[in-house]
């Protein structure tokens, strides 16, 4: 199902909303160079992000996110509306509504056009539920950057990739996809006027970018975004430099903290170290050792999941330290500090079904729930299925649930 048909415009405080046949779509100017548009095939509205801490509006994650989440105004920008259009002229750009073939257009304070949806494919939403938007193209002039992690080469541009994360290892390094992260943003450069636009999907679930990899003989040449599920959330961001479409994206989204001082060193990692038999801590004490004989400094040392594992089955059992590979693990530590080593250690994200501790993590009851609530969710990770350690982030939000639920906490810090 295709928007195409519009109905009418309604006027609310702080944004539009643009109502047709098929759906829903919320129009807002969160400030002068970045505008929301959001479709939702069901017409609801909800705000429930952990990705924004620039907002206008109220989060049900507001007293989750407090200590980093900014509220402003949003911007009032009026409405001209013509028998075929709805044109909103704020003082950076000028957004276009056009009734049929129904779609967005994007201008700049040059009245140049930097951006357009695929006329008549602007929004969509399949069978299945997943939801599309459709983006006009110029596929010799535009060029793709971001995404997050992914192989090939910085420009995107021909490329199909999805957002699905996943313990990517053994990929190729060109055609690999997908990777770890899931950052549903990116940015558009033209080669024509050297102007750069910012996109950023705000949804968590797994989706597709298509770069101009697909092509259809029935339509301009575009790419797409398809979300499994939800609506779509799009954030646009205008430039025209590169810098300040980063700058006004991190605005959004929030920067990157100071980072400490061993971040910057050298970060020695491999399997190899904690997956021996027996006494890993000495291999790798003696590892360090050829490093500094060699004048080379170890800042950081990334611990894999082997010092977890257990002493039969070798499975990653997270809060459990093998004995026979690491014998005293405070020792450890000690040992690494005095060294001026940072250790940072592989966690999986939840409980294994045969993890040592499993009837401790029940009686407390420490597990996400399913969607209704009521039944633990498993997930599947190495060693295969099991259950998502509870979001530690609730107990900044609420009231701890009970006294059992207090003493795992404090445990597990």
């Given at each position: 199902?295709?928007?195409?048909?519009?109905?009418?415009?309604?006027?609310?405080?702080?944004?539009?909303?643009?109502?047709?046949?098929?759906?829903?779509?919320?129009?807002?100017?969160?400030?002068?160079?970045?505008?929301?548009?959001?479709?939702?095939?069901?017409?609801?509205?909800?705000?429930?992000?952990?990705?924004?801490?620039?907002?206008?509006?109220?989060?049900?994650?507001?007293?989750?996110l407090k200590e980093e989440r900014k509220r402003v105004a949003a911007v009032t920008v009026p409405c001209e509306e013509t028998e075929d259009t709805l044109i909103f002229p704020a003082k950076k750009l000028k957004v276009i509504i056009y009734k049929a073939p129904f779609h967005f257009r994007i201008y700049n304070q040059k009245d140049e056009l930097i951006y357009s949806d695929l006329p008549e494919r602007a929004f969509e939403i399949d069978q299945l539920g997943r939801a599309y938007h459709y983006n006009k193209i110029e596929p010799k002039t535009d060029h793709f950057y971001g995404f997050g992690e992914k192989t090939g080469h910085h420009d995107k541009k021909?490329?199909?990739?999805?957002?699905?994360?996943?313990?990517?290892?053994?990929?190729?390094?060109?055609?690999?996809?997908?990777?770890?992260?899931?950052?549903?943003?990116?940015?558009?450069?033209?080669?024509?006027?050297?102007?750069?636009?910012?996109?950023?999907?705000?949804?968590?679930?797994?989706?597709?970018?298509?770069?101009?990899?697909?092509?259809?003989?029935?339509?301009?040449?575009?790419?797409?975004?398809?979300?499994?599920?939800?609506?779509?959330?799009?954030?646009?961001?205008?430039?025209?430099?590169?810098?300040?479409?980063?700058?006004?994206?991190?605005?959004?989204?929030?920067?990157?903290?100071?980072?400490?001082?061993?971040?910057?060193?050298?970060?020695?990692?491999?399997?190899?170290?904690?997956?021996?038999?027996?006494?890993?801590?000495?291999?790798?004490?003696?590892?360090?050792?050829?490093?500094?004989?060699?004048?080379?400094?170890?800042?950081?040392?990334?611990?894999?999941?082997?010092?977890?594992?257990?002493?039969?089955?070798?499975?990653?059992?997270?809060?459990?330290?093998?004995?026979?590979?690491?014998?005293?693990?405070?020792?450890?530590?000690?040992?690494?500090?005095?060294?001026?080593?940072?250790?940072?250690?592989?966690?999986?994200?939840?409980?294994?079904?045969?993890?040592?501790?499993?009837?401790?993590?029940?009686?407390?009851?420490?597990?996400?729930?399913?969607?209704?609530?009521?039944?633990?969710?498993?997930?599947?990770?190495?060693?295969?299925?099991?259950?998502?350690?509870?979001?530690?982030?609730?107990?900044?939000?609420?009231?701890?649930?009970?006294?059992?639920?207090?003493?795992?906490?404090?445990?597990?810090?």
């Open positions: 199902m295709r928007v195409k048909t519009f109905l009418y415009l309604e006027k609310r405080p702080d944004d539009y909303l643009i109502h047709t046949e098929e759906a829903t779509i919320q129009l807002l100017f969160l400030t002068e160079d970045i505008v929301r548009i959001r479709a939702s095939f069901d017409r609801t509205f909800i705000e429930k992000s952990y990705a924004l801490v620039m907002t206008a509006w109220e989060d049900r994650l507001d007293s989750l021909g490329r199909r990739m999805r957002m699905s994360a996943k313990d990517a290892i053994g990929h190729d390094p060109e055609f690999g996809d997908p990777l770890y992260k899931h950052i549903p943003f990116y940015i558009r450069l033209s080669e024509s006027n050297q102007t750069a636009i910012g996109l950023f999907y705000n949804n968590s679930y797994e989706s597709v970018f298509d770069m101009g990899n697909e092509i259809s003989g029935y339509w301009d040449p575009y790419s797409y975004y398809q979300t499994d599920g939800n609506e779509i959330d799009l954030f646009f961001i205008n430039g025209p430099s590169v810098k300040e479409v980063v700058n006004r994206y991190t605005d959004l989204t929030g920067k990157q903290a100071l980072p400490p001082k061993h971040s910057l060193g050298f970060t020695a990692s491999t399997m190899y170290y904690a997956e021996l038999d027996k006494n890993c801590d000495q291999e790798i004490y003696g590892v360090i050792e050829k490093h500094r004989a060699h004048g080379m400094m170890i800042d950081n040392f990334k611990l894999a999941s082997g010092y977890s594992s257990g002493e039969e089955d070798n499975l990653r059992y997270v809060f459990h330290w093998n004995k026979t590979r690491f014998p005293d693990s405070d020792a450890f530590f000690n040992k690494m500090n005095q060294l001026g080593i940072n250790v940072i250690v592989n966690l999986k994200p939840g409980i294994l079904e045969k993890h040592p501790f499993r009837e401790e993590f029940e009686a407390n009851d420490v597990f996400v729930k399913d969607r209704d609530g009521e039944q633990d969710y498993y997930g599947r990770w190495w060693g295969g299925e099991g259950r998502f350690v509870i979001d530690f982030s609730q107990f900044r939000s609420r009231s701890v649930r009970n006294k059992k639920t207090a003493r795992f906490y404090a445990w597990t810090k």
